[in-house]
């Protein structure tokens, strides 16, 4: 390649990567290096409680509890160590951390009379986070990006930039960009306890207020990336990003959020007592669904229905076909849903004493319980507001990408208008638009449990547990927009075609759109739609045996064991950002929970040095205390990805051709790595989501403790602490993305 066709960008960011030191040669001859990033970190955390007892009848608290968590960050010089790093359990080492956590609470419990009581409470909560990056991270100014890139807000986005170049390196991350969140909660509750013969009732009331306020910058600034199929198939990433060529940008206003939820709830239980043997427990929970709503008043729904029947926005006069907006004829006031006030919740427990002498029982259980929904739904970015706009290859490169971005757009459309006026041009191809169904139910889990417990002689308690449970309703996403492969080739012209060739390309995935292929027209202005939908489903069932013995006898014993099965549709996260392989078939993701942990085995028991006649042996011995915990579990599962995009519009999982599993599996090779292959082009994989089962884990923890008595009144505890105590490793998952060769079956 020659010199003179490397990009003038991309070699001002290639200053900025680290040279090889003499005495620190790579890894192997594709330059690869490893670094570590110190953690400067510190946790300071307060609390404080008043309790005041007015009369016997009467009394009051109030308590407030604060934390705070700064994170510094890190960077000298080197892109690398502004990696991409979601394996930490900080969003990034480099970023920047300063957040807050509060709560407090005033209560007032008052007995009216002997049979009743009342239960009062006030409760709040507030969430900072602010995430930002270290100076001196080279600006797209810096780059010589200035003319065909804007940030958003520059303020919001300083020293932010995103590149990903698979396999190589990446710079900066999703999850680390400059931004600032601030929720609260508000809570009010009433509960009222009346005893009336052989009934105890109970009913009352509560109301939760939720904010989010905030600005997250992960869009701010153009996203780059370059998977290495722009200069040819198949080609290398770093070759496409040396010559200025990234598979796709993206960029936005960011997330602007000022979103707010009522969550009202009414109930009423009665637990009665039917004889000393028998006992019910029964209730009704009222929880009407009011969805949230943003004050600033940017919903807007796109739906599919709308679109195929011309329905047009009154608010937005050139707004495309299928998307209306907050005032719209049709939408559902200053929200995305329509409410649901006829949501009630029962519930029910059984309680039996087979021979009525207190040592046995059989219990049963079943309730329904209605989930709240998540904020975060990034209503901001939706056009006309954010705009947020992916482009495919562009003729401007990494230089200028919106110069022949999607075959359409030749500038640089950022900053935009806010707020919008109603003859606001929407942008080809815009992306960022959220679809939600009109008539979405909340989501709702029921549960149900019977359980066998028995006293042994000896103090020993066994107890056997089914637990199950199902969720109706989970939030999943799907694309009301997916991409289509069209196989063979084309003519000029054809899907956006600037030459004849391929029909499916990674330039040409906007005009294979399903919308634009429907109707172009209107289709144009749309990009990738992602439905936030409520119709995936999950289910749980386990079964927990647990024995106990009291502290009697100097030793007291807890063990339990689990053995369950989770398995769900959707795992999508905040913002259904996650689409599932298939983009509108979320039901073909069908498969085990990431946190689907078969088997689960704890242990603690605390033994106690008896009391010995002799003097010296009691004074030296007796007292003392070990108290170890052990604790083992089974792996979690995770999927195989392809890494490739061979539909040409989503990342897919491979075929499953051979048995994954080892024998003796090990940290260099977790998986039978040759069990997978890349299916045939525009094809899924029919391998399942979450079919690979990770390392287990086991873990010691131990307390050694003694009580040493001063004086009659005072006493001195001695007690010392040791965490994992035989050094015994957790392991993480291995890599499972087969275009990663070095570490695709690695722990």
Known sequence: ISPTLLNPVALQLAKFLPPLAPNSPPVNACGQVFFTVPIFSKDNQGTARIDWQKSDRHSLFTRYFITNFSHAPYYQGDLLTVSNNTTSVLPDNTTGLADRVESAAIGDTLAISPNVVSTFRIAFSRSTVVRYLPSGVPTPAALQQG?????????????????????????????????????????????????????????????????????????????????????????????????????????????????????????????????????????????????????????????????????????????????????????????????????????????????????????????????????????????????????????????????????????????????????????????????????????????????????????????????????????????????????????????????????????????????????????????????????????YNGLLVSAQHPFTHDFTVLTNYTWSHCLDESEIGLNGAALPQIPNDPHADYGNCASDIRQIFNLSFVARVPAFQSTLLRRLLTGWQLAPIFTAQTGSYFSISTGQDNTLGVVTRPNLIGNPKLSNPTIQQWFNTSAFAVPAAGQYGNMGRDTIEGPGAWNLDTALSRIFRVTERQQMDFRAEAFNVLNHPRFNLPGSTMTSLATFGVI
């Open 147 to 539: 003319a065909g890139i804007t940030p958003d807000i520059a303020a919001n986005t300083p020293n932010y930039l995103n590149f990903t170049v698979t396999g190589a390196f990446g710079v900066a991350c999703t999850n680390c960009a400059p931004s600032h969140f601030v929720s609260n909660d508000y809570q009010i509750s009433e509960d009222m306890t009346i005893v009336r013969g052989r009934h105890q009732i109970i009913f009352g009331g509560n109301w939760i207020y939720n904010q989010l306020n905030g600005y997250g910058g992960y869009q701010g600034n153009d996203n780059f990336s370059f998977n290495g199929n722009v200069l040819q198939p198949g080609g290398l990433p770093m070759v496409d990003f040396l010559l200025g060529l990234p598979s796709s940008t993206l960029q936005s206003n960011g997330q602007v959020l000022h979103e707010r939820f009522n969550q009202p709830s009414l109930y009423f239980e009665d637990n009665f007592r039917v004889n000393p043997q028998f006992s019910i427990n029964a209730g009704l929970r009222w929880d009407p669904y009011l969805p949230p709503y943003n004050t600033d008043h940017t919903e807007s729904i796109f739906d599919l229905g709308w679109f195929y029947a011309g329905i047009h926005s009154q608010r937005f006069t050139k707004a495309p076909a299928g998307t209306l907006f907050y005032g719209d004829p049709g939408m559902p006031g200053a929200s995305y849903a329509n409410r649901k006030l006829a949501e009630f919740a029962p519930r029910i427990a059984l309680v039996f004493d087979p021979r009525g002498q207190g040592k046995e029982s059989i219990r049963a259980g079943y309730g329904l319980f209605y989930g709240g929904t998540p904020l975060f739904l990034q209503l901001g970015t939706h056009s006309p507001w954010a705009a947020t706009i992916t482009c495919g290859t562009a003729n401007g490169g990494l230089s200028n990408p919106y110069n022949g971005c999607n075959g359409a757009i030749t500038s640089n459309p950022f900053p935009t208008p806010n707020p919008p006026p109603s003859s606001v041009q929407f942008p080809l191809f815009g992306g960022g638009l959220g679809a939600f169904d009109l008539h979405s139910k909340p989501t709702y889990m029921e549960q149900w449990n019977f359980s066998l417990q028995k006293q042994f002689p000896g103090g020993w308690l066994l107890s056997a547990t089914y637990l199950g449970n199902r969720t109706v309703h989970l939030e999943a996403g799907e694309s009301d927009n997916p991409i289509v492969y069209i196989p063979g080739t084309c003519a000029a012209g054809q899907y956006g075609l600037a030459k004849a060739g391929t029909c499916s390309t990674t330039g040409n995935e906007n005009f294979r759109r399903v919308l634009y292929l429907a109707n172009p027209s209107q289709g144009q202005y749309y990009g990738a739609i992602t439905n936030l939908g409520y119709y995936a489903n999950a289910n």
